[in-house]
C-alpha cells in the first residue's frame, strides 16, 4: 500500500505560479512512477504529467508542455508539479497517483485525495 497525500493548492491570478506537493508513505516510494491528473468541474479526469520511477523520463499532456515541470525526490518521497503562466482554464483538483512497473502506466494503483487549483481572470 502507498498513501498519497497532495498538498500546495490555492488561488492564484493567470499568469501566477503554484507548486504541487504529493507526499508519499508506505512501501518504497522509489519503486513507483507517479503521475498527475486534474480534474475539473463537470469534466472528466485528464492526465496532467508523469515521471519515471528514477525520475530520467517524463510526459507532458500539450496543453501544460513549457509551464508545467514535474520531478520528484526520492529520498523526501515526494513528487512535484511547479506550475508556472497558468491560465484560468488550469483550474481544477489535481491529484497524484503511483503505480509500479513499466513507463509511462496505461493505469495507477494509488491515488491522492486531491488539491483543489483555482486560477482567476
Known amino acids: 500500500q502507498v498513501q498519497l497525500v497532495e498538498s500546495g493548492g490555492g488561488l492564484v491570478q493567470a499568469g501566477g505560479s503554484l507548486r504541487l506537493s504529493c507526499a508519499a508513505s508506505?512501501?518504497?516510494?522509489?519503486?513507483?512512477?507517479m503521475g498527475w491528473f486534474r480534474q475539473a468541474p463537470g469534466k472528466e479526469r485528464e492526465f496532467v504529467s508523469a515521471?519515471?520511477?528514477?525520475?530520467?523520463?517524463?510526459y507532458y499532456v500539450d496543453s501544460v508542455k513549457g509551464r508545467f515541470t514535474i520531478s520528484r525526490d526520492n529520498v523526501k518521497n515526494t513528487v512535484f508539479l511547479q506550475m508556472n503562466s497558468l491560465k484560468p482554464e488550469d483550474t481544477a483538483v489535481y491529484y497524484c497517483?503511483?503505480?509500479?512497473?513499466?513507463?509511462?502506466?496505461?493505469?495507477?494503483?494509488?491515488w491522492g485525495q486531491g488539491t483543489q487549483v483555482t486560477v482567476s481572470s
Open positions: 497517483a503511483a503505480k509500479e512497473g513499466r513507463f509511462p502506466p496505461s493505469e495507477y494503483d494509488y
Open positions: 508506505g512501501r518504497t516510494f522509489s519503486s513507483y512512477n
Open positions: 515521471i519515471s520511477w528514477r525520475g530520467s523520463r517524463t
